[in-house]
Nanobody
Framework: VQLQASGGGLVQSGGSLRLSCAAS????????MGWYRRAPGKQRELVAS???????NYADSVKGRFTISRDNAKFTVYLQMNSLKPEDTAVYYC???????????????WGQGTQVTVSS
């Protein structure tokens, strides 16, 4: 199972970006999917997650500004980021709790990370 993230970039404060992450490979099923971020000098933190059924969870710092969604048929998760702030600057990683066709268990898979930089 491979995760490919895209959509990062440089944006001014108050702007918007949309991140996408597509899972590929021999996938049997994907349970939860999510986005994490790591800012310089800080630990990785959960930004948002979404269950297979569409239940969502957000970090307090992004509530009301970010929206996570997914397309189960395409094994893809999205993160719409609005009203971006300089403190949102980080490398964003997508995550999937997935079961490969050849596997017995669900495991954590990670994308390569995409840089989001918000200028003031």
């Amino acid at each position: 199972v491979q995760l490919q993230a895209s959509g990062g970039g440089l944006v001014q404060s108050g702007g918007s970006l949309r991140l996408s992450c597509a899972a590929s490979g021999s996938i049997f099923d994907i349970n939860d999917m999510g986005w994490y971020r790591r800012a310089p000098g800080k630990q990785r933190e959960l930004v948002a997650s979404i269950s297979r059924g569409g239940s969502t969870n957000y970090a307090d710092s992004v509530k009301g500004r970010f929206t996570i969604s997914r397309d189960n048929a395409k094994f893809t998760v999205y993160l719409q980021m609005n009203s971006l702030k300089p403190e949102d600057t980080a490398v964003y990683y997508c995550n999937a709790d997935a079961k490969p066709e050849w596997g017995k268990f669900y495991e954590d898979y990670w994308g390569q990370g995409t840089q989001v930089t918000v200028s003031s």
